[in-house]
């Protein structure tokens, strides 16, 4: 892996100035393609419903489920609409799944008057043993029960028109059931109280195989997440400064700086700033307080700014925003805009990109998020670990599914962009609490290396995938503090 | 022996002025290849041990390795104290670089002065940061001004803008050739900077791009010599040492620019420099000067006093924006 070869040479440098020694060229980069443009949004209009997301995510996965379940449960059976169902057949359903949660928050509670209730805190879960699920189609919708796990499975969504009011963060709809959710086949056969009795289920599966076009060297690509760049912890900022200075080839024996010349791009997956940036002191406060106060956001994004400027001299990066980044809440998050960052983005090495973003490196696609798809699901659903979550979207086939329930969304009508049409090599997400990787095989001949970035700020690690074989290290960095104890 | 002046260096940087001294400070300081610089840092160690036992050095290192962790194989880089550097070594499976990091006279309780001396040395070579390092990337050019999509300029001061944008503004989308240091500080941020220290410092470098600059600074410069209380006002004191240090060297530069047609050029060489043109032509190289520098500010032509002009012109800064907070608190 990374620094095998460079054993050798570990010691040199703790010797007395020698010759002129070496500077090793950045291996260049042989192909990118920016996938990215599904997430753009050009002109964007918010007088739609949301109603029409949810009728084009059902019409673009229906083909692909409906061969799943042919293939899963014999060509024969009986592929029905909710409409024309029979009580007693056996057949096969697809539709969207809807669970409904007592806790999610609901913005109608929240403001009921008749109610008195205090706004609910945010929990980290929302789940509950009362929860249910639904299954709709285009008309209707069927409560569901039987061999499928309802703490498991994420809240689905709901047809019933939804109405978005600017204003507020989460979704108000005209009943309780507002959702986004993951279009699944079900088998099974309606029972006579009108619930639909599951007998197995199924999602879309691994999308199609794309083709793999790798390196045949060692090339490397640095995956780091969660800078919290603006935040009052120091110690994340040597830290910082290290993983700038490998990658620019600064520190290290000269083993380790002729392997950082193999790093071919380093993306930066989100939360390049701190929650510590997100003032919001002046929403509530007095307006005499705040009127002369800079926000917070304004002195990380300059050290941001240097930051990147020193990465950009020596490395493309592409950077994605995040939750607390400045830029739009709903997904597809828009690049950060170049003149927040005046130094760095002189350089054409540069790239800011969306979030989500998808791009071909060196013939391998690479896909992933900041995190706060996964970070959604982990909320409402009882899957604890990051990267069964991302396994679990992946085989869904679908980014967020959640998207626009509980997590913010563009209200896409054409085509929902996030549905996965072809099965990336490296999926990833960031800010996750921990690092993961797994190496994914599909039935087709698929490859997907899952890797969740972690936090940077917290950790202190960030990741190298080697595009050559699909394999994922980590990299830690670390100073030294006052009571100095690995 | 040149070879050994850079011990007497870090000898002078260590014990003398008691910094903190990092291999990529040293680096820069120096002017050297960061691998030198490691190296110098653990020849003076070992040189200043062996001569005198008794050296109160305090070293940190760079250790990096392969590390078994959670089951996987991790990359591990550290930076350690002296006393820690066996014990993290042996948690290595692998190690795959060791080196001097920096070297003090004190004892570090902690790695933030490590931090800090890094910072303020990139920052003050913001420019030129991946110089001495030992990767460079060709692929790491400026955007030329025709690449980079620009926002046309408001309609107010489309020529302040265009003037400091031939010579590399805001953005530093200038030619690739004057890349020198102020060129990044052209943006708002870092307008109040005293960049009109290194203005000087660059016509030597500079191509004749800036036609509108150089005169003025040059015609700054010819002062130099004879009053130097107008050129500390023009300045400010920190430029002086570099001014006086530079003037030397344009002198020749002067004559060449007769050939310009350039009005402010004219000036200074036609008219003798007496007491009465001074504040005239100070005035307005001044003026020019702010033109160049001070494109945002609409209100240059207001100040002719350029010894606040800093100052003022953050106070200007202030009041523009303190203006705009109260009309809308008065529109409220």
Redesign the interface.
């Known amino acids: 892996m990374f620094s095998e070869q460079t054993a050798p040479t570990a010691q040199g440098l703790l010797t007395p100035p020698s010759a002129e020694p070496p500077t090793f060229p950045r291996v260049p980069v042989s192909g990118y393609l920016d996938c990215s443009q599904p997430f753009q949004l050009g002109e964007r209009s918010f007088s739609r419903q949301y109603a029409h997301i949810y009728a084009v995510r059902l019409a673009g996965m229906r083909p692909g489920l409906e061969r799943c379940a042919q293939s899963r449960w014999g060509n024969d059976i009986a592929l029905r609409k909710l409409s024309e169902l029979q009580a007693g057949e056996k057949c096969c359903v697809v539709g969207t799944l809807f669970k409904a949660m007592q806790l999610q928050p609901s913005i109608l509670q929240d403001i009921s008057e008749e109610h008195n209730l205090v706004p609910q805190p945010p929990l980290p879960k929302y789940i509950q043993p009362s929860d249910e699920l639904m299954l709709e189609d285009e008309l209707q919708r069927i409560k569901l029960e039987g061999a499928i796990d309802v703490q498991r499975l994420v809240t689905g969504k709901g047809l019933v028109a939804l109405w978005w009011h600017p204003p507020f963060r989460c979704w108000p709809g005209l009943t309780t059931c507002s959702a986004t959710g993951t279009i699944l086949a079900v088998y099974g056969s309606e029972q006579d109280d009108g619930r639909f009795l599951v007998e197995d289920h199924c999602f879309a599966d691994l999308p199609p195989l794309l083709p793999w076009n790798g390196p045949s060297s060692d090339r490397f690509v640095l995956l780091a997440s969660g800078l919290g760049l603006g935040s009052v912890s120091g110690e994340a900022l040597l830290s910082t400064q290290l993983l700038v200075d490998v990658v620019t080839g600064q520190l290290g024996a000269e083993g380790e700086q002729s392997c950082a010349a193999h790093i071919t791009r380093v993306i930066l997956a989100g939360n390049l700033l701190s929650q510590n940036t997100q003032s919001r002191d002046t929403i509530n406060k007095a307006k005499y307080l705040t009127k002369k106060t800079q926000a917070a956001s304004v002195e990380a994004v300059k050290m941001l700014d240097e930051i990147l400027l020193q990465l950009c001299t020596s490395v493309p990066v592409d950077v994605m925003p995040g939750e607390f980044d400045p830029t739009n809440y709903t997904l597809p998050q828009q690049p950060l805009h170049r003149c927040m960052l005046p130094l760095a983005s002189a350089y054409a090495t540069l790239r800011l990109v969306t979030n989500p973003y998808q791009a071909n490196l060196d013939g391998v696609r690479f896909l992933g998020t900041s995190g706060q798809n996964i970070s959604d699901i982990f909320k409402y659903s009882s899957m604890d670990d990051y990267l069964e979550i991302l396994e679990w979207t992946l085989l869904a086939g679908h980014i967020s599914p959640t998207a626009p329930d509980t997590l913010g969304c563009y209200p896409f009508y054409k085509s929902d962009p996030f549905i996965l049409t072809e099965c990336p090599h490296v999926y990833f997400c960031g800010n996750a609490p921990h690092f993961q990787s797994k190496l994914l095989q599909g039935k087709e001949g698929q490859r997907v290396l899952l890797v969740t970035v972690p936090d940077f700020s917290a950790t202190q690690t960030a990741c190298l995938i080697n595009l050559r074989d699909l394999t994922c290290q980590p990299i830690t960095f670390s100073g030294f503090g006052a009571d100095s104890e690995d | 022996m040149a070879?050994e002046l850079?011990l007497e260096n870090i000898d002078e940087f260590v014990t003398d002025q008691n910094r903190v001294v990092t291999?990529?400070w040293l680096?820069y300081t120096l002017g050297v290849?960061?691998?030198?610089a490691?190296?110098?840092l653990?020849?003076y160690v070992?040189r200043k041990r062996k001569e005198n036992s008794g050296a109160q050095l305090h070293v940190?290192y760079?250790v990096?390795?392969?590390?078994l962790q959670n089951g996987?194989?991790?990359?591990?880089?550290?930076?350690?104290?002296e006393d820690?550097l066996e014990a993290?070594k042996s948690?290595l499976s692998?190690?795959?670089?060791?080196?001097?990091y920096s070297i003090q006279k004190a004892l570090?309780?902690?790695?933030?002065p490590?931090?800090n001396t890094?910072?303020d040395i990139?920052?003050t070579n913001?420019q030129?940061?991946?110089k001495?390092?030992?990767?460079?990337?060709?692929?790491?050019?400026?955007?030329t001004p025709r690449?980079?999509p620009r926002v046309p300029a408001p309609a107010q001061s489309p020529q302040r803008h265009r003037d400091p944008g031939a010579a590399g503004v805001?953005?530093?989308?200038g030619p690739p050739a004057a890349k020198a240091p102020p060129q990044?500080h052209k943006?708002i941020?870092g307008m109040f900077a005293a960049k009109a220290a290194s203005k000087p410092q660059d016509t030597p470098k500079e191509t004749k791009a800036e036609a509108k600059e150089a005169p003025g600074v040059s015609a700054a410069s010819s002062k130099a010599p004879t009053k130097n209380n107008i050129m500390n006002n023009f300045f400010g004191k920190a430029a002086m040492n570099k001014l006086k240090a530079s003037s030397v060297p344009e002198q020749p530069k002067e004559e060449k620019e007769v050939v310009k047609p350039s009005v402010a050029v004219t000036e200074p060489e036609s008219s003798p420099i007496t007491v009465g043109e001074k504040p005239g032509k100070k005035s307005e190289s001044g003026r020019i000067q702010q033109k160049d520098k001070k494109s945002k500010t609409k209100r240059a032509d207001r100040s002719d006093d350029e010894e606040e002009r800093d100052p003022e012109n953050v106070k200007k800064k202030r009041k523009r924006i303190?203006q705009l907070?109260s009309d809308s608190?008065d529109e409220?």
Not at chain 2, 132 to 143: M, N, T
Not at chain 2, 170 to 173: A, F, V
């Open positions: 070879d850079y291999y990529k680096s290849h960061v691998n030198q490691k190296q110098m653990y020849d070992e940190t760079l990096a390795g392969n590390l996987h194989v991790c990359h591990k880089v550290a930076v350690v104290r820690k993290m948690k692998t190690i795959t670089s060791v080196h001097v570090l309780k902690d790695s933030s490590l931090y890094d910072y990139v920052k913001l030129h940061c991946s001495f390092s030992a990767i460079c990337c060709a692929a790491a050019v400026p955007r690449d980079a805001l953005n530093g989308h990044q943006g941020m303190k907070q608190s409220e």
